[in-house]
């Protein structure tokens, strides 16, 4: 399966609900939504500067990865970037 780099920065209303919820909560959160799509969160990072959050996911194939993408992209709270490793 093939793996993924993400790189996501929260909007405002993405870093209060982070900031509400904790970081332990929304790591959890993450991963069960990459499960249910068939995936694994491999690895996950709050970080500095450009980006919130790094994170090393896989999905069973890059139409996947697509739709992962767009679903969380759409919902606004974060600017997601994936790249393929």
Request: aromatic share 8%; hydrophobic share 35%.
């Amino acid at each position: 399966m093939p793996l993924d780099l993400w790189q996501a920065s929260y909007s405002p209303e993405g870093t209060k609900g982070s900031v509400k919820e904790g970081g332990t909560k929304r790591r959890q959160y993450i991963a069960q939504l990459v499960e249910k799509a068939g995936g694994k969160l491999h690895a996950m990072y709050f970080a500095l500067g450009e980006h919130d959050v790094v994170g090393i996911v896989e999905f069973p194939d890059h139409s996947t990865t697509l739709s992962m993408s767009v679903a969380v992209n759409g919902a606004g709270a974060v600017r997601l970037h994936s790249t393929p490793c």
